[in-house]
């Protein structure tokens, strides 16, 4: 068992920003990755939002430039996942398999994955028409018919904001009424440019290089009928990766980690960044900013405590 200043759980922009921070400061983090480190850019192909490049960038181009700027500064990344966690005392204790450490401080990045359909074709054309994030990716769909699949805030959310490209927006929900607030749902069904279509599922995404229709179910009467469309964006929520620390860390109603001020969680010495705990923005550039609040306040943090 080895003893770190400090280990940080995730790799995406938070986690790899907390990183370049936290070496930078001359602490040395040890940083557990997962299996791939980038977090959900890696599923990205082209990312025209981040600042810096003015002729966009892949998702994993931009995360691999991130783990090199950190690990160039000193920052250690293990392309392993943590599976175990003791924040009861210090130092703490962060397991990945059978590689064990102690640590005098933890940044929590481990990051949220949007909910998938489980739809043929989803996976395959993810990147490819498939979107989970209509501020991350609506641009490329100017001019074009989209599908938004989804009944609560969120999906309203996309479907309006989609409007400012799309020739055409239609929704697709499960139900015969959305989960979403009144002033949000009244929003998305007055707009020209919108479309219902109540009790409908998607079963199969079509597509070779790029999404060309759908097959929708409905859900009352069980008929099937193909519909064609540029791209499909799913607004089903996000599951933020907190098993791991139930019990150990505050989480709210959802199961995102409570911040109590800054990066700071419920557990003096545990920081938190990115969208675990970001229900709202879900971001690489908020994702990022975080992880720079993570490892300022993580590095006080140990000058008060040393």
């Excluded at 055409?168 to 440019?193: G, W, Y």
Aim: glycine share 12%; hydrophobic share 40%; net charge negative.
């Amino acid at each position: 068992m080895t003893h770190e200043r400090l280990v940080i759980i995730g790799a995406g922009p938070a986690g790899l920003t907390a990183a370049l921070y936290a070496a930078r400061a001359d602490m040395s983090p040890l940083v557990f990755a997962g299996l791939v480190a980038g977090g959900q850019l890696t599923l990205t192909t082209d990312v025209e939002n981040y600042p810096g490049f003015p002729d966009g960038v892949t998702g994993p181009e931009l995360m691999d430039r991130f783990g090199k700027q950190a690990e160039r500064f000193g920052a250690r990344l293990r392309e392993s996942s943590v599976t175990k966690v003791d924040f009861s005392e210090r130092p703490f204790k962060v397991e990945a398999g059978a590689d064990r450490h102690t640590a005098d401080s933890v940044i929590v990045a481990a990051g949220a994955t949007a909910r998938r359909l489980g739809a043929p074709g989803e996976e395959r054309l993810t990147g490819k028409g498939v979107s989970t994030c209509a501020t991350c990716d609506g641009f490329f769909f100017r001019d074009r018919e989209v599908l938004v699949v989804g009944g609560g805030d969120a999906a309203m959310e996309e479907a309006l904001f989609l409007t400012k490209f799309a020739s055409k927006v239609v929704i697709a929900h499960r139900r015969d009424k959305f989960r979403a607030s009144k002033i949000m749902s009244d929003r998305a069904m007055a707009h020209p440019k919108i479309d219902i279509r109540w009790n409908t599922v998607v079963k199969e995404i079509h597509g070779d290089d790029a999404v060309t229709g759908v097959t929708l179910e409905d859900t009352v009467t069980g008929e099937l009928r193909r519909a064609a469309t540029d791209g499909v964006f799913t607004a089903i929520g996000h599951t933020p990766a907190t098993e791991l620390f139930q019990g150990r860390l505050d989480l709210d109603g959802a199961g995102y980690i409570v911040k109590t001020g800054g990066a700071r969680t419920s557990v003096e010495g545990v920081f938190v960044a990115g969208d675990v705990a970001d229900h709202r923005y879900r971001q690489a550039v908020t994702a990022a900013g975080t992880g720079c609040m993570a490892a300022i306040d993580c590095e006080r943090w140990l000058a008060n405590q040393e």
